[in-house]
């Protein structure tokens, strides 16, 4: 029993040990998915680039569509989200295995509103301000899974999706 225990744990040191950022300085990473939010559900695209072994920088792309039904019309809005972001990746603090990323930052982003001319509600273009914490599995080397929940911006609820590092 001893042995078994003391080889799991050498085991698991070994992963923990070699930890590293999942998109080292001037790599980069193509991130896409869908999102969940009160305003339908967004189709998102992303690019990362790795500007320090802990931090990178990004932008996005958004586009979602949904019905709504106010003073006895039903009215379908689009949005377009263009948004900019920087995460703080905490693999190597934390010593985390690279097949995980965890990650947090701020981001800003500009949406553009589309509604029928006919529609009195408050939809309007406008600048957001927000934040995102996030993780990702990398399955391979090259393929991970995402998760990511924010509010302010594109997303107020969150998104799920791929990454793919190119």
Same mark, same amino acid.
């Given at each position: 029993?001893?042995? =078994?225990?003391?080889? =799991?744990?050498?085991?698991?040191? +070994? !992963? ?6 999942? *998109?080292?300085?001037? %790599?980069?990473? *193509? ?6 939010? &009160?305003?339908?559900?967004? /189709?998102?695209?992303? !690019?990362?680039? &790795? ?5 990178? /920088? ?6 979602? %569509? ?17 948004? &900019?972001?920087?995460?703080?990746? !905490? $693999?190597?603090?934390? $010593? ?30 406008? /600048?957001? /301000? ?16 995402? *998760?990511? !929940?924010? &509010?302010?911006? +594109? ?6 999706? *791929?990454?793919?590092? =190119?």
């Amino acid at each position: 029993m001893k042995r =078994i225990t003391l080889t =799991i744990a050498i085991i698991i040191m +070994a !992963f923990v040990s070699f930890s590293q950022n999942p *998109l080292p300085k001037g %790599s980069n990473q *193509l991130n896409f998915g869908v999102g969940f939010s &009160g305003w339908g559900i967004p /189709l998102y695209v992303g !690019f990362d680039h &790795g500007i320090h072994q802990d931090i990178t /920088l990004g932008g996005e792309l958004s586009y979602r %569509s949904y019905h709504e039904n106010w003073n006895s019309n039903t009215y379908n809005h689009n949005i377009i989200g263009i948004s &900019g972001n920087a995460n703080y990746h !905490f $693999n190597t603090i934390l $010593n985390i295995p690279s097949r995980w990323d965890f990650y947090a930052g701020p981001n800003v982003g500009f949406f553009i509103w589309n509604s029928p001319n006919t529609y009195d509600g408050n939809n309007n273009s406008r /600048l957001g /301000l927000g934040g995102q914490i996030g993780t990702r599995y990398y399955v391979s080397d090259r393929v991970g899974l995402n *998760l990511e !929940f924010g &509010g302010g911006n +594109a997303f107020t609820g969150g998104k799920f999706g *791929l990454t793919i590092r =190119i």
